[in-house]
Each structure stands twice: as structure tokens, then as C-alpha cells.
């Protein structure tokens, strides 16, 4: 009789030990880290659907829905993400980086031109503007953007000298476009 108590006890010690491993459910109760991106998605949905005006768990949404190339999914919810939190400056982001691969030029310039007026001396902002620029063919417009970055990210100023450098950083390869 005892054996069978020792035998089952034991074996309920292995169940227990084992059970984050074999569960690997919701990190909160078992404390892994779950890598199944489709439950990671219906565990937001699910806590989206109790908190819907909660703008990280769209934008969250939004990154899953990026990382696994869906853009016009991603693209509704970085837009919902902005409806809900307007000055949400990631979201603004990634929303334009998805918008210029499917061709809406205008639309990304301005997401872009709103973080460079919410923060005007991010040279990487004035960079990505030209781009866009560019691809909308406003050389022109680009230029002044792309003299921006140089200014801001090497000290230099169209047509003065530069500001001297121990490591002489190469000038961006946007020139070769103009020049």
C-alpha cells in the first residue's frame, strides 16, 4: 500500500515539476517566454477586446502584423492605433515605413513630417523624409532635407566647411543623386 502512495506521489512530483514545460502557456502564470506568434496574437486580441481604447495593444497588434509581412492588417492598425493615441510616435513611424513600400508616398511624408515637428532634431527623421521625396521625385525639396541631416548629423552646413572630425564620418550616399 505504501508503495502505491510513494509511486503515485512521485509521479505527481514529476507532473508538477514539469508542468511549466509541457503548459508553456501564458508567460504571467508559467514565467516563459511563449514564441507561438498565434497565441500571442489571440492573447492580445483577447485583452484588447476588455480594454479596446488601450493604443500599445493595437500598436502590438500592428508589429506582429508587420513582422509577418501583412501589410494592409498592419497598415488598419497603426491607424487605429493613431485614432485612439494621435502623438504616438512609433506608430507614426512603422505606419509610414508600411505605406511607402505600397506606394503612399504622401501620406508617409507627412507621418514623417509630423514626428520631425514633434521632434526637430532627429537627423534619421530628415533622412527618411528625403527618401520619400525622392521617390515622389521632388529632387529639389529632398536636397534641403538631406542638407538638414548632413547638419545635423556631422555639423555640417551647405556650402561652409565642415566641423572638424577625429573619425571623418563619410558624408551620406545621398549625394550621388544630386551630384
Known sequence: MIKKILTFVAAT????????NLYSGDP???GLIVKDRERYYHRLKDMRM?????AELSYQIANLYYSLEMEDEAIKEYRR???IEPGH???????????????????????????I?????????????????????QREVAKEYFNRYDELKYGEKNGADPIPSLTKPS???????FY
Open 28 to 30: 504571467g502564470i508559467t
Open 50 to 54: 476588455k480594454d479596446p481604447q488601450n
Open 117 to 137: 515637428t514633434a521632434n526637430a532634431e532627429n537627423p534619421e527623421l530628415y533622412a527618411r523624409a528625403g527618401e520619400i521625396l525622392l521617390k515622389m521625385d
Open 13 to 20: 512530483l514529476v507532473v508538477v515539476t514539469m508542468f511549466p
Open 89 to 115: 510616435r512609433y506608430a507614426k513611424w512603422f505606419l509610414a515605413r508600411v505605406l511607402v513600400s505600397k506606394g503612399y508616398f504622401d501620406e508617409a511624408f507627412w507621418h514623417i513630417r509630423d514626428l
Open 81 to 83: 492605433t493613431l485614432s
Open 171 to 177: 558624408r551620406g550616399v545621398w549625394k550621388e543623386y
